[in-house]
């Protein structure tokens, strides 16, 4: 051992290298499973919006559109291309969280929570696919870690005050991923008011300065939702905290209990089970020991941005269905203060097996994406929805090749659903613009984008993809009217293996009359 470094540094040191390690093995795994594992209805849907770039998009801020455009510039329309960005980011922000947990507790803690995010299935899975989630986690453990860079500065400091700015340009990057990211001010705003050595600093400029930074980066897309009359600023209140029913109170409560336990299943199953208790243990317990005035009151500040996060859906559960994914910025912070943690015997106990059992359980959902080895029904496997894409498109392109024979001047392609016209899109050789109706469905990002009225002339031809129901057909007879000849081609299934995923129709539309096809957005 070199002269001067101590028996506890050196252990330091290679700890980190250790995390550093794990990390990278992480990230390389998740890089591998990205060229393996078809683009999902989501992913196909965002590689649309990077092919439109705007301020803003209906469902999401425009991180994720930057993000796939930014790898599909190095690695072209693959899934490679669509999905390198998410995973780049995922190494940023595990690094940003590994060097949260180094400054807490050393490089022991550093490496706990490199293996803990390497086997939780949130993270292992979630962080390999190209939606917000990836550059939102990001953003968000880079956020922390300039906070608390903050939190370590004498309050009034210059060197506060520019922790504080770096805090506030995360921030804005959080916000330009997803609206969620407003939890985390909230979050960390909370662990300062409980803490009593804390509480003061809410009253100088620096938390105010890193606010406004963060929302001037992301003012652009405040104007433009308020040009087009708030569209997502109005679907994303609805989507994440609307709903209620009219049922009688007791049917009500019931509904919202069910509605609470899934959402709790839905973390457990995200982060595994033994991991989940223990984050919990460690949230609350950095919290009481803040409120008290003992402890690191950075880990006071951790545990208000994770129980502000966790504790926002958990209420929203009351009202309505709560998507698994939507409290991940909580365990941003949650898996630091777990690392953290000086566990007794037991709780190290504990800790290990929870770490194997994540670990298990990630090589089962990898093992499923590869090959179908657990036995779930394809229509129902959400790793299946990725699949069979393929064919559904070397069907429809069949349709309109035949259409162009028979001397359609242009032939487009439209489908009643974002997933099918994003996948077709991404599919389709020539990837065309390819159309959703959104007929009796949610409104997304394809109502405010030229439809088939804006774009097709009179005499044009079209091609039809949808779901094979009942509701397809009366949708297909209501389009034939603005056509002169209306054809129904035939049935598509899209197949994982012998599995049917989905059942679809085809039909074909000649001669357009210049009639609307739907009512106007």
Partial sequence: MPDGVTADAAADVRD???????????????????GLVPLLPDET???????????????????????????????????????????????????????????LSGGRAALIAAVAFAVMPMAA??????????????AVAVTLWALLRA????????????????????????????????LIPAGAALGFALDPRLRRRLLTPGPWIGLGLG???????????????????????EHGLGGGSDAGWIAGALGALNRVLEYLGGQIGLVSPIIFVLMAIAVVFALRRGVRGEG??????????????????????????????????AYAAAVVLLAARLWEARGRRWLRWGLWLGGALVAVIYAQALFPVLPIDARRDPIAQGHGWESLAAATDDVRSELLRAGCPSVHVATNRYQEASELAFHLPDHPAVFSLNIQRRSNQYALWPGFEDTAKPGDCLVLVDIDDSGARRIADVLGARFTDTAEVGAAQRMRGRGVTADYRLWSYTGWTGDPLTPGP
């Fill in 16 to 34: 980190w290298k250790l995390a550093l390690a794990v990390t990278t093995a992480a990230v390389l795994a998740r890089f591998v499973m990205a």
């Fill in 45 to 103: 849907y965002y590689w649309e919006w990077s092919r439109r770039p705007a301020p803003s998009y209906f469902d999401h801020p425009p991180g994720i559109a930057a993000v796939i455009a930014f790898g599909t510039a190095l690695f072209g329309d693959t899934r490679i291309g669509v999905r390198f960005g998410s995973i780049l980011l995922s190494l940023v922000g595990s690094l940003a969280a590994l060097a949260v947990a180094r400054r």
């Fill in 125 to 138: 899975a979630g962080l390999l696919l190209a939606t917000p989630d990836a550059p939102l986690l990001a």
């Fill in 151 to 182: 939190v370590e500065e004498e309050s009034g400091s210059m060197a506060e005050i520019g922790w504080w700015c770096a805090t506030g340009l995360a921030l804005g990057a959080a916000l330009l991923s997803k609206y969620t990211a407003v």
């Fill in 215 to 237: 929302l001037a980066a992301f003012s652009p897309v405040i104007m433009w939702n308020a040009e087009l009359g708030w569209p997502s600023f109005a679907f994303q209140l």
């Fill in 296 to 329: 690191d009151r950075r880990g006071t500040v951790l545990a208000g941005v994770a129980i502000v996060t966790f504790g926002t859906f958990a209420l929203s559960a009351l009202r309505r269905h709560v998507e698994p994914n939507w409290p991940a910025p």
